[in-house]
DNA sequence: GCATTTGCCTAGGACCACTAGGCAAAGTTA
DNA sequence: TAACTTTGCCTAGTGGTCCTAGGCAAATGC
């Protein structure tokens, strides 16, 4: 009988292309090897088990946050920059949410692992942004905490409901960004 | 045969028990039966199915941690009461881990559901704070959604190990509560 | 053209949510 | 107390999920 050509990286497309269409924990792997016209069986040559195409969803989706971040706050600064990270960020999530939803999982992995050159470039990201707001540690990391705290926060009410006022959410969002803004640049130094 | 002598109740209290030890999440109605010495099957004459079960969790959930922030806030103002919202809620997340989940779930009920006057006055308690710190519409809503979601983020992120830099993640927080009411005080008013 | 590797298969186990129908314990009424 | 009703937990069974073991045929290497 003919081969499907499996390989991992297709499954974890595929994976992640069905997490934005259903949500992040609604796939599974029989619905997936359906769709690929497969039986459930056959994945698990391709992928250890449910865990690990769920880490390598997280990996992908990772990369592709990061790239658009990273594209949108080239050559900005202040609130400009920010004002470019939280939209880019914030689309993101509403566009992908499965894959949005799949970079917050609690990743299984040593520490060591967390210790890669594209991880690492993740990371500097938000804190070359705050840098240029003239923060230095400690206060970086506590900004950076805040900053990722607000946006995560805001678009998991938002994915589910949880603003149920009659103000529109992306109003509130705008003036959000601006609050930000305004809080990073009086920074209550330590 | 003896009876277990169960009800809606005490299958909700011993849900949101073990979702608090387990994972709110991880809570099976097969699991929850074998800790009453019960059939699954029987659990089906209390609750309607898995959804409604989790739904009543987070209803209990919900009062609970409403009672504790009302009570925390009582007869305070500004600062004071800020601080004192916020580490009772940081507390609540963090004793009850499961019980903090089910809260953020999305429930599946028609607006007319949201309009009980116990919701209405677990929403009533952050705008009572905020609208000491001289705000008013839309900016307090705009307000309460930027603290629901700083503080939903941050809890979010400390449960599932997000904060992995050394610093001192309680250390992180008193900042964010600092810089969160310096910022309710200058609020950039619309 | 043959041997090896690899991809997908069937078969089956364990756990899960949920339904249908039965029987005995608890509650009600006289 | 005795008969009747209600109700709580039962057994049995369906279909879905993840995952393993072992088989066979297609692709690959020599």
Request: glycine share 6%.
């Given at each position: 009988m003919a081969r499907a050509g499996l390989t991992p990286d297709r499954i974890t497309l595929a994976a992640a292309d069905l997490a934005d269409e259903i949500g992040f924990d609604k796939v599974t792997l029989s619905a997936l090897a359906r769709g690929f016209g497969v039986k459930d069986a056959s994945l698990y040559s391709h992928i250890k088990n449910l865990a690990d195409l769920r880490t390598r969803v997280a990996a992908l989706a990772g990369r592709e946050v990061h790239e658009r971040l990273a594209a949108a706050v080239a050559g900005r600064a202040g609130k400009d920059a920010l004002t470019a990270f939280a939209n880019t960020y914030r689309d993101f999530a509403q566009e992908h949410p499965g894959r949005y939803a799949a970079t917050q999982i609690q990743i299984?992995?040593?520490?060591?692992?967390?210790?890669?050159p594209e991880i690492r470039r993740a990371i500097e990201t938000p804190y070359a942004m705050l840098r240029a707001y003239g923060l230095s540690e400690p206060d970086l990391t506590d900004a950076v905490r805040l900053l990722r705290a607000t946006f995560h926060g805001y678009f998991q009410l938002e994915a589910t409901g949880?603003?149920?006022?009659?103000?529109d959410t992306t109003a509130s969002w705008n003036r959000t960004i601006d609050a930000l803004h305004s809080l990073l640049e009086n920074w209550p130094h330590s």
């Amino acid at each position: 009988m003919a081969r499907a050509g499996l390989t991992p990286d297709r499954i974890t497309l595929a994976a992640a292309d069905l997490a934005d269409e259903i949500g992040f924990d609604k796939v599974t792997l029989s619905a997936l090897a359906r769709g690929f016209g497969v039986k459930d069986a056959s994945l698990y040559s391709h992928i250890k088990n449910l865990a690990d195409l769920r880490t390598r969803v997280a990996a992908l989706a990772g990369r592709e946050v990061h790239e658009r971040l990273a594209a949108a706050v080239a050559g900005r600064a202040g609130k400009d920059a920010l004002t470019a990270f939280a939209n880019t960020y914030r689309d993101f999530a509403q566009e992908h949410p499965g894959r949005y939803a799949a970079t917050q999982i609690q990743i299984q992995l040593d520490a060591s692992a967390f210790d890669t050159p594209e991880i690492r470039r993740a990371i500097e990201t938000p804190y070359a942004m705050l840098r240029a707001y003239g923060l230095s540690e400690p206060d970086l990391t506590d900004a950076v905490r805040l900053l990722r705290a607000t946006f995560h926060g805001y678009f998991q009410l938002e994915a589910t409901g949880g603003f149920n006022h009659p103000r529109d959410t992306t109003a509130s969002w705008n003036r959000t960004i601006d609050a930000l803004h305004s809080l990073l640049e009086n920074w209550p130094h330590s």
